[in-house]
């Protein structure tokens, strides 16, 4: 198995990646009772009562939700049977992700609960904390949060000036400060709160019950979307925290708040492919069924443009979702076989794949987004109207592109950190690779079409794009680059493309070599072009435009003629393609994939 990171330089087998045509049937049934779940609980309530839920007025229904998913298990997913959980597998809990979606902002409630509430114990706590919390907050008795957050502090989380300083008898930490955002905090019985020791440089991290005392919370935010979900303020007032309830090391709070928000990141990318998939069936159904011009919809190309961009957009985001949770979960397995202990082991295989994890949740947010907005416009006024639900949808993906670190954060974050492992840690060769750019520049010098074998072409060239450009601009810019975000942010992106491609083409690859259903792959191969063409897109737009941005001087003319050359053209019908995507799926009335 190649390394986090390690894609960008070296071709990973199909016969290695995990594909969801090989979930198994008991997977399937996790997947489905949850989607039930959320169909009988969330959306038919929500129905008959003719509004959303709402965490200013319906406080009591949310808890319910939460205690009664409990009881199904849902709250204990990544927690251990020991202490009354499942403990599935990591890439297991990706697909519950994605099923939760359909709960829409009941998904960020469970999300708290289940990941960024409860993980710091499961994975850094003592078997005294976990053994003490982790079966409560399985059977939801009590509710858990995470409080990062400040007013002052949000992307420069470390920057919190919330304060633990140690009681004069050594027995508890006393805390003062002020959280913000904090997902669950109406009704929460545990926080986990990151707070600086002292002077401390790094923040800690501890759980701390809202019974210690000092604890008050504020009103609930009115927000755009998920209102549902309780958002509110925190003040931590003289709270004495016993020092038992430290997390980890003293200073380790920024490490575990880091890797936390790997495991969250993925999850968010897994809910926006949960929702894509959901408002893609909404916007088929609704488009076979309204009728214009004595035709239904869907009969007209600008509609079936839409549907077949967002059913591609989709299916290749979810190819690269789940090879890398299947990744992670084969890399536990690796460090627990050579005799690492079972969490830090977990720890460990999420902060491998952080580049990957960084990239997906800035993708799946920005491709829900795209879906979303698109399935508004086929609804068209119904799409605006609060009857749907389609609006609501519309709202409450919008905070996916803010939260586990805004997306301007994690592009920065998969680029400076793939730079980090390739320059600094010498982890990854980059160098070695890029020194074969020019020969398979110059080879493909008058080459006009891709030929045979043209995708994996196309990603070998979006991967030498990204490290010649890469190349370049660290030699024009030196340390400088770190102060050119607007490149970073190209790169980030060639990056994105090529991974997400990747990872569709391997989907395919596999599927191929399975003689999977004959129907099924015509669509599935037009899925590949069409993500190919409009990836190359964007990748040339991003490698010219850094290219452009570079200083005078940079042998720009060479440059272009390089992007040119890398990025050109694929001679494909993208209309045709999108049409034939659409067809297939407006057939069968929904989203069937
Ligand atoms: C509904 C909701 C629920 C949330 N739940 C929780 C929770 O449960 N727990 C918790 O701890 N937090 C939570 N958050 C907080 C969330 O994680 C932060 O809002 C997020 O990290 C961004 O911080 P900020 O809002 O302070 O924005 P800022 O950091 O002020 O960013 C504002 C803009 O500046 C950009 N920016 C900032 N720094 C840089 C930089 N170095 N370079 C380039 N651009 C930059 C950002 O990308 C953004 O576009 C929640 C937020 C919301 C809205």
């Known amino acids: 198995m190649l390394k986090g990171g390690e894609f960008i330089v070296k071709k990973e087998s199909a016969s290695n990646v995990f594909i969801p045509e090989e979930w198994s049937e008991e997977q399937l049934m996790i997947r489905d009772m949850v989607r039930d779940f959320c169909e009988q609980e969330i959306i038919n309530p929500m129905k008959a009562r003719g509004r959303e839920l709402e965490a200013t007025k319906d406080r009591d229904e949310i808890v319910a939700l939460l205690e009664k998913s409990a009881e199904m298990g849902l709250c204990g997913l990544s927690i251990a049977e020991e202490y009354g959980g499942m403990d599935l597998k990591f890439n297991t809990g990706l697909?519950?992700?994605?099923?939760?979606?359909?709960?829409?902002?009941?998904?960020?409630?469970?999300?708290?609960?289940?990941?960024?509430?409860s993980l710091p114990i499961v994975y850094y706590g003592t078997d005294e904390q976990r053994a003490k919390y982790l079966p409560k907050i399985a059977s939801a008795e009590w509710k858990a949060s995470y409080a990062l957050t400040e007013p002052g502090a949000g992307s420069d989380a470390n920057s919190g000036k919330t304060k633990a300083v140690l009681s004069s008898d050594g027995t508890k930490y006393i805390l003062n400060g002020q959280k913000m955002w904090i997902t669950n905090g109406g009704f929460a019985h545990v926080f986990i709160v990151f707070a600086k020791i002292d002077d401390d440089e790094n923040l800690s991290a501890f759980i701390v019950e809202k019974e210690f005392g000092g604890v008050t919370i504020g009103e609930e935010e009115k927000k755009l979307g998920i209102k549902g979900s309780s958002t509110v303020q925190v003040f931590f007032n003289d709270c004495p925290v016993p020092v038992e309830n430290l997390l980890s090391k003293r200073g380790a709070?920024?490490?575990?708040?880091?890797?936390?928000?790997?495991?969250?990141?993925?999850?968010?990318?897994?809910?926006?492919?949960?929702?894509?998939?959901?408002?893609?069936?909404?916007?088929?159904?609704?488009?076979?069924?309204?009728?214009?011009?004595d035709k239904p919809i869907s009969d007209f190309g600008a509609m079936k443009f839409k549907i077949g961009e967002m059913a591609t957009k989709t299916f290749a985001t979810e190819s690269a979702i789940y090879r890398t949770g299947r990744n992670i979960d084969i890399k536990e397995k690796e460090l627990t076989d050579s005799g690492v202990d079972k969490y830090e082991a977990k720890t460990k295989a999420l902060k491998e794949f952080a580049i990957e994890c960084a990239i997906l949740k800035v993708y799946g947010s920005e491709v829900l987004d795209y879906c979303i907005d698109e399935t508004l416009q086929i609804f068209g006024g119904m799409g605006y109207s609060q009857?749907?639900?389609?609006?609501?949808?519309?709202?409450?993906?919008?905070?996916?592109?803010?939260?586990?670190?805004?997306?301007?954060?994690?592009?920065?974050?998969?680029?400076?950190?793939?730079?980090?492992?390739?320059?600094?840690?010498?982890?990854?060769?980059?160098?070695?690779?890029?020194?074969?750019?020019p020969m398979s520049f110059l080879k493909q010098i008058f080459s006009s079409s891709y030929g045979v074998g043209a995708e994996a072409k196309i990603v070998e060239n979006m991967k030498s794009l990204f490290l010649a450009i890469s190349g370049i601009s660290g030699k024009k810019l030196g340390l400088k680059m770190v102060d050119e975000q607007e490149l970073i942010m190209n790169l980030s992106d060639i990056l994105s493309?090529?991974?997400?491609?990747?990872?569709?083409l391997l989907r395919?690859?596999?599927?191929?070599?399975?003689?999977?259903?004959?129907?099924?792959?015509?669509?599935?191969?037009?899925?590949?072009?069409?993500?190919?063409?409009?990836?190359?897109?964007?990748?040339?737009?991003?490698?010219?435009?850094?290219?452009?941005?570079?200083?005078e001087g940079s042998r720009q003319g060479l440059q272009r003629k390089m992007v040119k050359r890398f990025a050109r053209r694929y001679d494909v019908n993208p209309t045709v393609l999108r049409r034939s995507v659409a067809d297939y799926f407006i057939a069968k009335k929904r989203y069937s994939f």
Do not use: H, W
């Open 508 to 551: 395919v690859e596999k599927l191929r070599s399975k003689n999977y259903d004959k129907a099924k792959m015509v669509v599935i191969e037009n899925m590949l072009q069409l993500q190919m063409y409009n990836s190359l897109e964007k990748v040339r737009d991003c490698a010219s435009n850094a290219i452009d941005s570079l200083p």
């Open 253 to 293: 709070g920024f490490k575990i708040a880091l890797n936390i928000l790997n495991s969250g990141r993925i999850k968010l990318s897994a809910g926006s492919i949960g929702g894509c998939k959901y408002g893609l069936t909404q916007a088929i159904e609704y488009a076979t069924e309204r009728y214009q011009f």
């Open 95 to 117: 697909l519950f992700g994605e099923a939760i979606a359909s709960g829409f902002s009941f998904a960020t409630t469970i999300g708290a609960q289940t990941s960024i509430g």
């Open 387 to 437: 009857e749907t639900g389609v609006e609501m949808g519309y709202r409450d993906a919008r905070i996916t592109r803010i939260y586990e670190g805004t997306n301007e954060i994690n592009r920065m974050l998969a680029f400076g950190e793939l730079m980090k492992r390739a320059l600094k840690k010498k982890e990854i060769d980059i160098i070695n690779p890029g020194k074969k750019i």
């Open 497 to 504: 493309e090529a991974y997400i491609c990747e990872s569709l």
